[in-house]
DNA sequence: GCGCTTCGATACGTCCAATATATGAAAAGC
DNA sequence: GCTTTTCATATATTGGACGTATCGAAGCGC
């Protein structure tokens, strides 16, 4: 059986005339009563009742032709379905994003935007490390993430380098140092830090140690912490210093004084990370333009 | 599109293979890329990612692989159901009768057997006068009724006589012909006759005024009745003495009693009625071969 | 690195089946 | 009784689905 049989079938019932049906479906009579008479054979019963004008649907005739109209109008919705799905316009997606992504104006933007043209795609979002979010996506748990630079190329994942801000000093707010409007990083010197394990922090934390090397000092991690919301409650919790992307700035904690640092400023970088298999995906080529999009051309970042 | 592209892309779906897609299919492998491609181009999106090991699904693969299945079981469910429905095992019978047609032990012997073997055929069943259940038919609100003998043939509709019984005289309890054992017709020409109107009554009422005229008389009706339950009541009531159907003794109702008519016995016949158009409908089928089988020879009444 | 294997795509020929054209047959209407 | 209507049948045609042969790209093993 195929789907024309079907169609035949219903346009025979429709016209409940045999050549009007033809001429509807753009053929001629003949073969629509031969494809009709497949149809009832392969059945093994008729479905119209030939009267000396027109036909007439029997009893399985009216019950084929039920179910006929109803498959025809699911193929046209999948379809429309498939169609939808491949502009991204159906389905879902599930975006990853490292604690601090939040904080910067980029990330809720895009997300705002991304529910508002894509209705009907069902977004879930997930939190994790850096490492973590690499991960879950390699693995298929998450399809994009919005992560900090990775330590080294990942084979099966592209990265979209998004946006690279300054990073600022977070200091307890009594501390000497706040007194200063911008902080060499040397002062930090003999400063305890609160700071990412290098397995967790990957490329921010590469950047921080490497800055301080620059400077002319190894930092004392006299804390670790895995999320930059601990780090900064840390601080605020008089544990010792950090350095910081600037958009933590907007999280006013109790206790917290951020300060610029002197040039050469480090920079957090945030990137966007998904499988190389999926870069034809509309979901993620639909979340890259916008990304593109909303990305200020100041502040976007070539790729290195 | 056709149901082989679904049927294809389900298989290619299934096997994540182009090469034992196409062996499951029993079809060659170049073929079957075509169809793919074909779909593919109609859909306007690729279904599959081409993998250097087999293939995979796209999203819009995955939706449309998922309606495909659901469409391509709708198709063979739509297949069983129209062989059902041709062979009377699905679908509904609205079957008409007349009031008296219950006492007969056939009728309700028919419907109980009917509901036993054919359960998923919705049964529904409607009381009216002979007339009026010939109308019914005709006009396709009712697909089959146990009728009494029309008055005139009609052009549209098959009829299949059923049975013949005797017909009694329904006499009123303290009634002085009860004292007899078999009562002459001739004994009634005095009597207040309670009857069927001629239009109602049909050909059950041209029986008995036939007879009632063989015996030499003609009935005095005192009153008339659409009913032969109502009848028997109005025996009951005194109104005076009718002639019924030797069944309706089974419904022993105060104050009437039935005694035997002398030969030449007047004869209550029992027809099915049904549209020529739907003779070779299943359920009609199913019902007349039922009749015919739970009707015992004996009783069988020969086509006049 | 080179050849081998795997696997889908391409090229081309074949054949079946869907369609077209022409005609037949049955029934209804004027 | 003839015409009209309408579906079925007969035969021819053609498009497209399929088969065979081959290519090309990507891994894999020695």
Redesign the pocket.
Known sequence: M?L?HLR?CVA?AD????????ET??????????????LERELGTPL?R??????ELTSAGTAFVEDARRILRDVDQATARARRVARGELGRIRIGMINSAPFHPLIPKVIREFRRRYPAVALSLEERTTPGLAAAVRNDTVDAAFVRPLLEEEPDLCSEPLVAEDMVVALPSGHALAARVRIPLLALSIEPFVLFSRAVGAGLHEEIIGACRAAGFAPRVVQEASQVTSIVNLVAAGLGVSIVPASMQRVHTEGVSYRPIQRPVPKARLSLIYRSADSGAPHILNLLALTRQLTAPRERVRRA
Chains 1, 2 share one sequence.
């Open positions: 195929e024309r035949y025979v016209a409940r005339h045999f050549t009007r049906a033809a479906l753009g053929i001629g009579q003949p073969p629509l009563s031969q494809q009709i008479m497949a119209f030939r009267l000396p004008r027109g036909v």
